[in-house]
């Protein structure tokens, strides 16, 4: 199994732009989660899907954050426009089910500049 | 609310040697799962090892235990024969088995095992 890949690995943008990160899930896990790691914060839960449909998006810190999981295979995190205090390092995770354990991607450093 | 605490920043140990990292938790929950995931510098999270809160006995994995005291709401995870490739952060976490099912992490123990 090739583990829950997520791209690009890095991405650096300039403040005011629209980034999209990507992610594919392990293949028959049914939910999905986007963290987000900085220094200050840790790891928090941004958002997280079961059977492709939003949950709890409680995490998401703003309106100009949004996610989506059009099929059981993708999902997508999307920030516009982008500022200098969204750089962090994003992490998708995917789990067989809500209760088990969640398999984590290599995640996606954003830097905003 | 549930809260995990990692009192230890940092730590370090030498090589072929044991190492024992601390979490504790708050929740007034009686189910619940407790994890330790480590991050190289790779960046990737890795599982390492889960407990079921139900569970009694420790969980073991290879070189890597756990004590689980569930009263002292305690979660400390052993290493023996600390190895070179052990060296990265160490995050605690917990979640529930119901209702909202977001992992809750400390703040990571950085682990430097010496040669």
């Known amino acids: 199994d090739a583990g829950v890949i997520q791209s690009p690995r890095h991405e650096v943008t300039e403040m005011g732009q629209e980034v999209t990160l990507r992610c594919k899930p392990i293949s028959g896990h049914n939910s999905l989660f986007w963290y987000r790691q900085t220094m200050m914060r840790g790891l928090e839960l941004l958002i997280y899907?079961?059977?492709?449909?939003?949950?709890?998006d409680s995490g998401m810190p703003e309106d100009r954050f949004s996610a989506k999981m059009p099929n059981a295979s993708f999902s997508t995190l999307k920030i516009q426009p982008s500022e200098p205090r969204d750089s962090a390092v994003y992490f998708c995770?995917?789990?067989?089910?809500?209760?088990?354990?969640?398999?984590f991607g290599q995640g996606t450093r954003l830097t905003v500049v | 609310a549930q809260t995990v605490t990692q009192s230890q920043p940092e730590m370090s140990v030498q090589e072929a040697e044991t190492v024992t990292l601390s979490c504790t938790y708050d929740?007034?929950?009686?189910?619940?799962?407790l994890f330790w995931y480590k991050q190289p510098p790779s960046r990737q999270m890795i599982l390492v090892i889960r407990q079921e809160a139900y569970k009694q006995q420790n969980a073991t994995e290879n070189r890597f235990s756990v004590n689980f005291q569930k009263a002292a709401k305690s979660f400390s995870l052993k290493i023996s024969d600390s190895q070179l490739g052990d060296t990265a952060m160490y995050f605690c976490a917990f979640s529930l088995t119901s209702g909202t099912y977001k992992y809750i992490f400390g703040t990571g123990t950085r682990l430097k095992v010496l040669a």
């Open positions: 929740t007034s929950e009686s189910n619940y799962y």
């Open positions: 995770a995917s789990s067989r089910t809500l209760d088990t354990e969640a398999f």
């Open positions: 899907f079961n059977n492709n449909v939003p949950i709890d």
